[in-house]
């Protein structure tokens, strides 16, 4: 991939709402140019959609978590379906290594995380381990190599 195209992702993945005139004035296409790289991202699939990030802080969920789920016994088909509807859930995994799935919860505060995961083991026959986020050091960052910005600003 063109070291033009890395430079648009990264710069899209830190605003996805960046104009194609900011686009051009960063990568030093006209506007057009980079309107058309853009297009052409999306068409092959590279960028697959835009979205609004949400901090969950913000709407007072301060406690984030990491739950490795452990099935006991035979995994239950309904496990996914159990997850999903859990708001508090919001990235889930299928995983290889001890555990079959891997979520982040963010939640309120303890109390509501040992709510969560008692639904979680009452629900499924499932164990959990949990490890709890005490800070975000970055996420959300496209596997790409932009030589145009700085690592410090990646």
């Not at 979205?51 to 990491?66: K, P, S």
């Not at 969560?116 to 959300?140: E, Y």
Request: include cysteine; glycine fraction near 6%; aromatic fraction near 4%.
């Amino acid at each position: 991939m063109e070291s033009t195209d890395q430079h648009i992702l990264a710069l899209l993945s830190r605003e996805g709402r960046m104009s194609f005139t900011e686009i051009g004035r960063e990568t030093g296409l006209s506007t057009s140019a980079a309107q058309q790289r853009v297009r052409r991202l999306e068409q092959r699939g590279i960028i697959t959609g835009y979205h609004a990030r949400i901090d969950g802080a913000a709407l007072g969920h301060t406690l984030a978590a990491f739950i490795e789920i452990r099935p006991l016994g035979q995994v239950d088909e309904s496990l996914v379906d159990v997850l999903a509807s859990m708001p508090e859930i919001v990235s889930c995994y299928s995983v290889a290594g001890d555990a079959s799935h891997l979520c982040l919860a963010e939640v309120t505060s303890t109390q509501e995380l040992d709510d969560l995961l008692t639904r979680i083991r009452t629900a499924v026959n499932v164990s959990t381990s949990t490890t709890v986020v005490l800070r975000t050091l970055f996420r959300d960052r496209p596997p790409i190599d932009d030589p145009d910005v700085p690592a410090a600003k990646r």
